[in-house]
């Protein structure tokens, strides 16, 4: 519990006393909390960090609404997000402050997914430089919603004006959208947290086993045994997933920037066109040959311009569905992660839903563990199902995008074969003259472009490739998913029969 004494710093002058609303609740990396509610927000089962951190008992949140946690310096225009993504039928991605039983707080990156009748949220503790910018964020934005409901102005209003602040914010930060500000903020809190925890979590798959119980049934142990395996292996799976397909956000910049690159570098083609044309009429009988090339380098350039504009749409698609198939895949990682976790306590004897908990336990039964089990799985096989159409969608895309390189390429190309006969003949005006400056930056921007478009080809193939590869690593995971839902399946008709018999 947290030291209600008066905690003190020895200077020159005492500074101000801190309440409980000024401590950090202790909070170990490596934990991972979940909660599920019904569709109206009612807690309906937990796990033991939701109560180590939220400080509350099992009978103090079961068939509570879920907002006991909630912070006050929690923006709310941040739980109408959250909100507008789960009820749409979408994951959703928000750094979330929640508040303790006695105020002290915790600072969390939730993945919140929907359920069939539901929704689970999963916490990780946030690790990454991002939190303090988000703070930031949060502090300006809780500032003016506070200041809008004292003036009286209504909700609805001032709450929309919120939005539009925080997507300015976010566009500051260089995000064109929320969700491109999600997928980057997961899959960098994940790879920061496993940067500090996967050692530790394999040596836990290496070490942990059942726990003998007087709870458990030897039926039980050996189906929860058999889980933790198949979990084990689609944890593996979902992590070369996780770590594959998150590196294509790399790849996801190097497109926007090629894109703008392009489109510019097309521009600047257009206008050197028309600025060799107009110098060649004004040179006059001097630059007679000139104005023929003058006209190939214009109409080169316009083909140049078009085939751009469809590259650069076509790289806008490309680059949606490569986001959303990065954070589908970290979603359904830490899904998988989850119930791994929550399986290797249960054997280690770590139980909610036994014991003194037991009659608790009967009034709220998704409690149980097996029933437990079954709503993290169901959120599992949710994202699990997108994760192929996904892939495939990608995969269409990074090859009709590399068809469009090619095509701009060879118009480049067609436009240096312009450019080099425009070289030719401005040397007879002298290397001095304007003409050949101009045909000159024409040539060196088209080679420099060429080149960037040579290496996206490249990097396009690579990334399509192993894209190819992650699809056919999904049938793995599969598998393993299908031995941990018989296991299930196993545990839950086990433990009804033991009721049944009780």
């Excluded at 401590?23 to 089962?45: C, E, H, M, Q, Y």
């Excluded at 689609?234 to 489109?263: E, H, M, R, S």
């Excluded at 074969?417 to 001095?432: M, V």
Aim: aromatic share 6%; glycine share 6%; net charge negative.
């Amino acid at each position: 519990m947290v030291n209600q004494g008066e905690p003190y710093v020895e200077a020159a002058m005492q500074e101000p006393k801190k309440t409980t609303h000024d401590i950090a609740v202790p909070f170990d990396v490596k934990d991972l909390i979940f909660s599920t509610t019904d569709k109206k927000g009612v807690i309906r089962s937990v796990n033991d960090a939701f109560l180590k951190m939220a400080r509350y008992s099992m009978s103090d949140v079961l068939g509570k609404p879920h907002k006991l946690v909630r912070h006050p310096t929690m923006p709310r225009v941040g739980f109408k997000l959250y909100w507008e993504y789960i009820q749409r039928g979408d994951a959703v991605g928000v750094f979330v402050t929640n508040r303790a039983s006695d105020g002290a707080y915790y600072k969390v990156y939730t993945l919140a997914t929907p359920l069939d009748d539901g929704y689970l949220a999963i916490r990780f503790k946030t690790t990454s430089k991002l939190q303090g910018v988000v703070d930031d964020v949060y502090k300006r934005l809780c500032e003016y919603e506070s200041n809008a409901a004292s003036q009286g102005i209504q909700s609805s209003v001032y709450m929309n004006e919120s939005m539009n602040l925080l997507n300015q914010e976010l566009e500051n930060l260089g995000f064109s959208s929320y969700d491109d500000f999600m997928i980057a903020t997961l899959v960098e809190e994940m790879r920061s947290r496993d940067t500090a925890v996967r050692e530790d979590l394999l040596s836990s798959l290496r070490g942990t086993r059942i726990t003998d119980t007087q709870s458990h049934s030897r039926t039980e142990d050996e189906n929860l045994e058999s889980m933790i395996k198949s979990l084990e292996k689609g944890y593996q799976v979902a992590t070369q997933l996780f770590d594959g397909i998150g590196k294509l956000l790399d790849l996801q910049k190097k497109l926007q920037d090629n894109a703008t690159a392009v489109i510019r570098v097309s521009k600047l083609f257009e206008m050197s066109s028309i600025n060799v044309s107009l110098e060649t009429t004004r040179t006059g009988d001097q630059a007679k040959c000139l104005s023929v090339i003058a006209s190939h380098l214009s109409e080169s350039s316009l083909t140049v311009r078009e085939l751009a504009d469809s590259m650069r749409s076509q790289i806008e698609i490309a680059s949606v569905s490569l986001g959303d198939l990065v954070f589908r895949t970290a979603a359904a990682r830490l899904q998988v992660e989850t119930i791994l976790d929550y399986c290797l306590k249960a054997a280690s004897g770590v139980r909610l839903d036994t014991g003194e908990n037991a009659p608790l336990v009967r009034s709220h039964p998704r409690q149980r563990m097996e029933l437990t089990i079954v709503d993290l799985l169901e959120a599992v096989d949710r994202q699990r199902s997108t994760l192929g159409p996904t892939m495939q969608d990608l995969i269409s895309n990074l090859r009709k995008l590399e068809g469009d390189l090619a095509s701009v390429k060879r118009s480049m190309l067609a436009l240096r074969f312009a450019q080099l006969g425009g070289k030719i003949e401005s040397s007879r005006l002298g290397q001095d003259s304007v003409i050949a400056t101009l045909v000159e930056s024409i040539g060196t921007e088209i080679v420099h472009t060429v080149g960037q478009i040579s290496d996206l080809e490249s990097d396009l193939n690579v990334a399509a490739t192993g894209v190819e590869m992650s699809f056919r690593q999904l049938g793995e995971l599969d598998t393993a998913l299908v031995k941990v839902r018989h296991c299930s399946e196993l545990l839950n008709e086990v433990n009804s029969n033991c009721r049944a018999a009780a």
